[in-house]
């Protein structure tokens, strides 16, 4: 256990006022709790933990003020990555920059993977699939390997589901499901699996599975009203109504793409308006093609 640890510890437990025998009551005695703030010895996974009830404080959180306190060039690295939503090429190039610069000096799997992935991202920003595509299946080649999956590698292959084939994508998504089972009770869990679904979409489409498509963006669409993500409401009822006007040419299909874009106008939200409109010709671009 880093050293460091201990002082962040030690801020945290003076910012709250609690004595050192508060904190360690039950857990260690408080002469070598006193070491373990200075530096001076390591102590187990499992004290430490028991440290942090003490604490009234999770591990996420922790992990949060540590990397504040520490300025964790890698742990940086991670946080740009998870806050990235859309292809965003500036957040993208600087994730690349620093990547690199953090692999000159460490051999980091997961920072690798992370690499990649930008750089795949970049790529389809671009048009360069097939590039894209090669630096994808490194992650893949490696995950399709592994008997279990963790959250850090679930978040990683969703971010790049869409270059895969239908098929692959579906048995990618079928394993991360089953894999995230384990999570159900984790506090991120709808985040880290819905989008899984909501991905998957594009897939059917591409793959002129129509129905299919209709019937999976329903319920994600019910799933995220529920927990009033209005942004993902949004784009959800943009593409049944861009589904529907290809299947019925319906006006009320007419009426699902203009709700979809009063929920960015009232919102104001100028960012989900020109998404709105990306995902309007990239959908329109498929049923066309599939016509």
């Known amino acids: 256990m880093d050293y460091e640890i201990g002082t962040v510890i030690k801020e945290i437990r003076k910012s709250k006022n609690y004595s050192q025998s508060k904190v360690s009551k039950g857990i260690m005695h408080q002469t070598n709790y006193s070491k373990f703030e200075l530096g001076e010895i390591e102590i187990s996974y499992d004290k430490f933990k028991k440290l942090l009830v003490n604490l009234e404080l999770d591990i996420i959180e922790f992990e949060y003020l540590y990397a504040l306190r520490t300025h964790s060039h890698r742990q940086n690295i991670i946080h740009y990555f998870y806050k990235l939503r859309f292809i965003d090429e500036e957040i993208l190039n600087q994730l690349i920059k620093d990547s690199t610069k953090y692999l000159e000096n460490n051999s980091d799997r997961f920072i690798n993977d992370i690499h990649n992935v930008c750089k795949a991202l970049i790529e389809v920003k671009g048009d360069n699939f097939d590039v894209a595509k090669s630096y994808g299946y490194k992650i893949w080649e490696r995950l399709e390997r592994s008997d ?53 979409v594009h897939l059917l489409l591409r793959g002129n599975r129509i129905e299919e498509a209709k019937s999976l963006n329903e319920e994600v669409l019910h799933t995220f009203k529920e927990k009033k993500l209005y942004t993902q409401v949004a784009l959800c009822k943009l593409r049944k109504g861009l589904i529907e006007l290809h299947l019925n040419k319906t006006e009320s299909s007419k009426g699902l793409l203009e709700n979809a874009y009063l929920i960015a106008e009232v919102l104001n939200d100028k960012e989900l308006t020109m998404k709105l409109k990306k995902e309007e010709i990239y959908v329109n671009s498929i049923l066309s093609t599939n016509a």
Do not use: M, R
């Not at 239908?166 to 699996?193: C, M, R, S, W």
């Open 148 to 200: 279990n999956w963790y959250l850090s590698d679930i978040k990683l292959i969703n971010s790049i589901l869409f270059l895969f084939p239908v098929e692959t994508a579906e048995h990618i998504t079928e394993f991360a499901l089953k894999q995230g089972l384990k999570y159900d009770h984790h506090p991120e869990y709808e985040n880290i699996f819905l989008p899984f679904k909501y991905n998957l």
